[in-house]
């Protein structure tokens, strides 16, 4: 399920700290920013995730961070699509109308997903999704899109990358860099990658939790487990199914979830929502947060088994800075209930969740286009 890669340390140390921007530069940015994004030649970052495609434009004025990055996205919207049939090539729905149709119900086989698990799983879908976000598809299909940013996970295979580099060309990107996500996760939650220092990051998404140790000669040691948010909603469903007799559509049970991790009082209250029981009659299903709680734990605890093993195999070389600067939490299942006591008792490091997980990503992929060296640098090669 999991492994730890040792990485060869990349041969060019990252020394050039980057310049300030003179007055009159910015004045002129300025100015640029007036024109509207679409009417000129902007580059584009895509965060193509298992639950979520967010695509956004740089911006000419300043550097976003995970708090600013929405005035740079256009699309933020769930990583799915409806086929009109079972089997069918053609596609009724994309994004937030495709989850209100899953909501209202439709079959499971004509749900198709661009991303499984962190990667490229339908290169048609992902097509069709990032045409969409890219607004090409109302005869737009000429616009070029001169840099396009995206990100995978660690230990993506070079075919699973072509995947997606040959998407985002198709999609009109003239250039294509992709960056490791936990990298870029890194540069969201304000690492500085050109100082002395290393971090471990986590981003704990929709299909997976990768762990890099990152210094400022990039990802030195990393991992990844499929473990993330589709794993929690299937153990939950599983658990209502199966303890509390009752069948709960999918959508409704991830909100349940998300509304459970964000409630300050989850633990005193009992949540209800609409179903069926097992002779098929409508009911009003009540559930409380120790079925998530209890839904989730052998998940976590792998979790938690995983970190211990990537932070003991990290060398002694590096115990000050890991000591000092803890673990940093990027992604939007690292806000998954019990996950911080999990982490902290299996490694005994300090920890932190970014303000704004879901956005630390694509606040990295931003920075980076003011900071083209660093972006060469860090981009993968195949
Ligand atoms: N407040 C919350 N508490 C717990 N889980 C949450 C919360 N908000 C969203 N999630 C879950 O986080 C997951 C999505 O995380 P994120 O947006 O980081 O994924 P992604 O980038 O699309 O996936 P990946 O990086 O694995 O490909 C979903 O499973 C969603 O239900
Ligand atoms: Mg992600």
Redesign the pocket.
Known sequence: MNNITEMPVRDKVLTHLPSSKPGIINSARRLIRKIPWWAGQHSFFV?L????CIVGHDDIEGINTSQEIKNQIFFDEP?LAIAESIGSNKIIAIGKEAREKIRRGVDSRQILRP?ID?VVFDEKVAQAIMEYALRLQDGESSRKIPTLITGVPVNTSPTLRKALRDVAIRSGAVEVFIVE?PVLAAIGAGINLRENNSHIVI?S????TNYALITEQGVIQKAVDTI???TY?KAFGDYVKQVLKANVNSVEL?DL??RM??DENADTKEYTVPGKNNDGEHIDVKIKVDALDTAIAPHLEELGRTARRFTMAIPESFSGDIRRNGIIFT???S??RGLPTVFADSTGLPMAIVPNP?YAVASGMEQLFHDRDLLQQLALKD
């Open positions: 965060d995730g298992t639950h979520k990583s991303v962190g996500q981003d998404g929709g299909g997976t993330g948010g589709d909603d991830q979830k998300v991790c964000t992604g939007n299942s806000l998954i879901r």
